[in-house]
C-alpha cells in the first residue's frame, strides 16, 4: 500500500459495532483507537445506543467518516437493532457503511488470534436446537444443496449441529458463542460413531471491535461503503417477519 493510501485511511474516522449476538462491541478506529466490550443478554440491547453515543463523547467526536457493522444471523432482536442504528447513523450523518455478516466477522477474529491448525468453524446457538455455522473451506458434504445461492464457498449454516457434524469431510476446530448449549443439541458430541472425522468446540477467543474494522478495511474500506440502503438484516432462517419483510428493514 502507498503511503499516501495508509495516510488516506489513517486519517478517516471509522466507527465500528457488532450487536447481533451476546456481546455489545464498538469502537472508533483510524487517527485514535478506543473501544468498549460489554457482556450482554440477547435482550439487552437497548444498551447500544447510550454506549455509542458515550463512545463518541468521551473521544470528542461529532461524527465518524464512516461505519461498519455487522448485519446476523444471531438474535432476531439484536440483528434488527444493530442494523437499524447503522442505517438510521448513516442516512444522518450522511456517511457510508459497510456491513459483514456476522459469522465471517467472528471467524476473521478466530484466525487473528489462533493458528490455523486444523479447518476451522464457527457455530452461534440459533435456537430450536439448531446452530448457524460457517466453516473455514467448503468441506462440508452436501453444501450446494443447502446454500442460497447454490454454491459451497462461504457458506452460511443455519443446521442442526449433527447434520453438520455427520457431513465433515476432515477433522475440524470448531468455536462457539455458547457451547454447552450447543453439545446438548446433540446426540453424537461424545461419541465418533456415526460420524468419519472427529471435532471440538471451544468458546469464542476475545471478540473485539478492532477485527471487525480489520475486517472492514480488507472489504476495501471506506472507499468500498455503500448508502444506507444496501445494509439490510441478515436473518438466515424463514420467519414471519422475514416473510413480511422481504427485502428486511427500510427507512
Not at 420467519?239 to 428486511?248: I, V
Request: charged share 25%.
Amino acid at each position: 500500500m502507498e503511503k499516501s493510501s495508509e495516510k488516506e485511511i489513517n486519517d478517516k474516522i471509522c466507527l465500528a459495532f457488532d450487536a447481533t449476538n451476546r456481546w455489545i462491541i464498538a469502537g472508533l478506529f483510524g487517527p485514535l483507537e478506543s473501544e468498549i466490550n460489554i457482556e450482554a443478554n440477547r435482550d439487552s440491547f437497548k444498551q447500544l445506543s447510550p454506549i455509542l453515543s458515550d463512545l463518541l463523547k468521551k473521544n470528542g467526536i461529532k461524527k465518524p467518516d464512516w461505519i461498519v457493522t455487522t448485519l446476523g444471523p444471531g438474535s432476531f432482536t439484536g440483528t434488527k437493532i444493530s442494523v437499524t442504528a447503522a442505517r438510521t447513523m448513516s442516512s444522518l450523518w450522511e456517511i457510508p457503511v459497510t456491513g459483514v455478516d456476522s459469522l465471517t466477522f467472528y471467524m476473521n477474529a478466530i484466525n487473528r488470534q489462533i493458528p490455523a491448525e486444523k479447518p476451522t468453524g464457527v457455530l452461534l446457538d440459533a435456537k430450536q436446537k439448531k446452530v448457524y455455522a460457517k466453516l473455514s473451506g467448503s468441506d462440508f458434504s452436501g453444501a450446494e444443496s443447502l446454500n442460497r445461492n447454490g454454491s459451497s464457498e462461504n457458506i452460511l449454516l443455519d443446521i442442526k449441529p449433527d447434520e453438520l457434524f455427520q457431513n465433515l469431510k476432515s477433522d475440524y476446530r470448531f468455536f462457539a458463542d455458547d457451547p454447552e448449549t450447543i453439545n446438548g443439541y446433540s446426540e453424537t458430541i461424545h461419541s465418533y460413531s456415526e460420524t468419519q472425522f472427529k471435532y471440538e468446540i471451544n468458546h469464542f477467543p476475545e471478540i473485539r471491535a478492532k477485527y471487525l474494522y480489520e475486517t472492514g478495511l480488507a472489504m476495501g474500506g471506506m472507499k468500498a461503503a455503500k448508502s444506507f440502503e444496501h445494509i439490510i438484516p441478515l436473518y438466515l432462517r424463514k420467519d414471519p417477519a422475514t416473510d413480511r419483510y422481504p427485502e428486511g428493514l427500510k427507512k
